[in-house]
């Protein structure tokens, strides 16, 4: 559970809030049990760049949490991952919101597989980007719980992700102007902490089925395969099984 740093100097009030705060989140860990209002999104609608505000596909909705629901989120967070990377659980070219990895790992595996085969005479290679639409909206609640429980975690946190997912509720604000609270069956909320890791559990077996002739690289939702063949219709054959085991 959580302790209180008693190595930070701080004040009385700040001491007294830390030691509070402390005491509702072991209770929230303890009973495995998120208080419903931390659970309650206000969703505002962010217009992507150069995109048709006539269309809803061309926003992205930003959901505003609780301030405490988010920062034990956070915490939750750092200790999945120290879990996740001690059992080896993440794929191994997923680069997105990990430590030490980033764009550059992926790109740098592709410049020298690039430069491996130029070297090779009539050579010819392709590669294939993917941008998932709606990719963290598509999250399937009972999938991505089921997911978990799979992954033998502590059970403490398996316990917090099942409540942090399950009954989730939400209003859209247009113009400081709220609709409706709506239930939640899917979808990771873009706006909390957790949701690029929780999204990356769920799609950790994406790349299961990938032929070995095939390498990839992940950065959250955004996808490559890249291949090689001597013939044009041998790589085209290549190009297309990778891609029906990516998207099966």
């Given at each position: 559970m959580l302790a209180t740093h008693e190595a930070i100097p701080t004040s009385t009030p700040t001491k007294l809030l830390i030691q509070?705060?402390?005491?509702?989140?072991?209770?929230?860990?303890?009973?495995?049990?998120?208080?419903?209002k931390w659970k309650t999104a206000n969703i505002?609608?962010?217009?992507?760049?150069?995109?048709d505000k006539q269309h809803p596909s061309s926003y992205r909705p930003i959901s505003l949490l609780s301030c405490l629901g988010k920062l034990l989120e956070k915490i939750i967070k750092q200790r999945l991952m120290l879990e996740l990377e001690r059992k080896n659980i993440l794929p191994q070219h997923q680069a997105g919101f990990?430590?030490?990895?980033?764009?550059?790992?992926?790109?740098?595996?592709?410049?020298?597989?690039?430069?491996n085969q130029l070297r090779c005479a009539r050579r010819h290679s392709a590669i294939?980007?993917?941008?998932?639409?709606?990719?963290?909206?598509?999250?399937?609640?009972?999938?991505?719980?089921?997911?978990?429980?799979?992954?033998?975690?502590?059970?403490?946190?398996?316990?917090?992700?099942?409540?942090?997912?399950k009954n989730r509720t939400a209003s859209i604000e247009i113009e400081n102007v709220l609709s409706r609270q709506f239930n939640l069956k899917s979808g990771t909320p873009q706006g909390s902490p957790l949701s690029?890791?929780?999204?990356?559990?769920?799609?950790?077996?994406?790349?299961?089925?990938?032929?070995?002739?095939?390498?990839?690289?992940?950065?959250a939702d955004d996808t490559a395969l890249w291949t090689s063949s001597n013939t044009m219709t041998h790589l085209s054959s290549r190009l297309q099984q990778s891609v029906a085991a990516f998207e099966s």
């Open positions: 509070h705060l402390t005491k509702l989140f072991n209770q929230t860990l303890k009973q495995g049990y998120i208080p419903t505002i609608l962010i217009m992507k760049p150069k995109k990990r430590p030490g990895k980033s764009t550059i790992y992926n790109i740098l595996r592709l410049e020298r597989y690039a430069q294939i980007l993917f941008d998932i639409k709606a990719a963290f909206d598509s999250v399937w609640h009972d999938g991505l719980i089921y997911k978990l429980n799979d992954l033998r975690l502590s059970k403490y946190i398996t316990n917090y992700l099942t409540s942090f997912l690029p890791l929780l999204y990356i559990i769920y799609t950790a077996d994406s790349m299961s089925e990938i032929p070995t002739h095939t390498e990839h690289g992940l950065f």
